[in-house]
């Protein structure tokens, strides 16, 4: 059976990406997005696109029965550490309520493996000065981001009530490249490289 990825926030700058690669190699391809960050023409063309809220369980599960997929590229997330401080029940509400949702269609239907892009080191806080970093460490994060997505690392595990048979979080560091917005989850850094070297915000 080919291989059918749903990516999760397919419509953003790491998604799209995702999006892309996949579809180099040959496989099927569908896009989760409800564009509160991303934007429709990151998608590429002829990609199957659901512009759905992972809060909205039922429109979720409707993505799941048309679609079909085999496997789930979890990248959609309620990312700014900004909107987390000033209003941290729409963040776990995004990262935790909605990601248990997709986890629960993914029992349902039976996803062969979900990666699920967790954060790097914000999990982790900051490192003492003078202090190598070390991993795995306690966490110690500064602000509600981290921890509204951190249960679901522990949900992930083809033990967990309510994953695929088989679940890899995967902690991102922070990238940039073609297709990068400056108005990203770090809205100092540039869009490109060379936006750094021209002085861009």
Not at 126 to 144: L, N, T
Not at 169 to 191: E, I
Request: proline share 12%; hydrophobic share 30%.
């Amino acid at each position: 059976m080919k291989m059918r990825v749903l990516i999760t926030g397919g419509a953003g700058f790491i998604g799209s990406h995702i999006a892309e690669a996949l579809l180099r190699e040959g496989l099927e391809v569908a896009v989760l997005d409800n564009l509160s960050t991303g934007k429709r023409e990151n998608v590429p063309p002829g990609v199957p696109f659901y512009q759905v809220d992972l809060r909205d369980g039922e429109g979720v599960e409707r993505v799941f029965r048309e679609f079909r997929p085999t496997h789930v590229s979890h990248q959609a997330a309620q990312a700014s550490v900004k909107v987390s401080v000033e209003d941290p029940l729409l963040d776990f509400a995004v990262n935790l309520v909605g990601g248990m949702n997709l986890l629960e269609a993914c029992r349902r239907h039976g996803v062969e493996k979900l990666v699920f892009a967790s954060t790097g080191g914000a999990i982790y806080g900051e490192v003492p000065e003078g202090r190598p970093p070390r991993r795995p460490g306690p966490p110690g994060p500064k602000a509600p981001t981290p921890p509204a997505r951190r249960p679901l690392r522990g949900t992930s595990p083809p033990t967990g009530r309510t994953t695929a048979s088989s679940g890899s979080p995967c902690g991102t560091a922070t990238s940039t490249g073609p297709g990068r917005t400056p108005t990203g989850r770090r809205g100092w850094w540039p869009s490109s490289p060379s936006g750094s070297l021209k002085g861009s915000p």
